[in-house]
């Protein structure tokens, strides 16, 4: 009997270390974000609490603001064409990355709705953005910007929400603490770039997705980040937040591609009742309709700025 159990635990042990070590080796996370990388790419850092946050602002201080907040994984970057067309139009525009994303710290904490509401307000604050701003939320930033408008509604003047999150999404195995970080880092990440294509509605256009996705992907931390926000946020219904947006009667513009095939086009005139909001959809687009039609989108958005 001790035999067997000997034998078994010779073999046992070093096949769990060989199992347990697999994420070191699969993980795309090889390199600590310092401040030398942040030197060699453009863009203004500024200290919050749990750390520094990359962020572009251009335009002037009279200007009415606008708040591009992005979605679960995909950096500022994702909003390169609306950045570009609202400066163009005489906007004050401000795009940051998120913790856990671009080239924005990423602290070790619980990345849930209070999180992602004191990090959009301490962020305007910190950059003395005082006056009451328009928040654009693409995807999960919808139920960010709909979280803070929730808390602070006095900051928000106007909402639009483009393909947001409108459900909670299933966490699966990664909600468990051990087994879910050991999926994450086996078999999740590293196929999260490729996964970004079936955003697109025509993904063959935009090839150079993937290599923009993999820079942000190889810093430390980004994977952790991903499943706090999945278990803690992303997993939770932000109906209370759009009700609450809907009782404040602000003006709302939804936004949705036709193709979408991340947040079902299905939920979008539900969504449009909810909140009382102008809803408009975007021909030959898919979950990024911002990005894949920005000629069709730009000058709506605009327009309803001007309003």
Known sequence: MKSWVAWTGAIALPLFGWVA????????EKYKLTEEVREREFGTDVQLERGKVR????????????????????????????FRAL????FRVLRFDMFGRGLSD???ARYNRDFYVRHVGELLDSLRINK????VGLSLGGPVVAAFAAEHPERVNDVVLIDPTTRPRDAGVLKYPLI???????????KAA???MADFYQPERFSHWTELYEEQMQFRGFGRALVSTLRHFASK???????????????VLVIWGEHDRTTPVSEAEPLRKRLGAELFMVPEAGHLPHYEQPRVVNPKLIEFLRQ
């Open 21 to 28: 070590a697999i994420p070191a080796f699969k993980t795309p």
């Open 106 to 108: 990423r602290p070790r």
């Open 180 to 190: 879910g970080g050991w999926v994450a880092h086996t078999m999740w990440l590293p």
């Open 87 to 90: 400066s163009d139009a005489g």
């Open 132 to 135: 009451p701003v328009t928040v």
């Open 55 to 82: 962020y572009y602002l251009v335009g002037p201080d009279t200007a009415e603001t606008v708040v591009l907040v992005h979605g679960f994984s995909v950096p500022s970057y994702v909003w390169g064409p609306t």
């Open 194 to 196: 490729e996964a970004q």
């Open 237 to 251: 219904d932000p109906s209370p937040d759009y009700d609450a947006l809907a009782a404040q009667k602000k003006p």
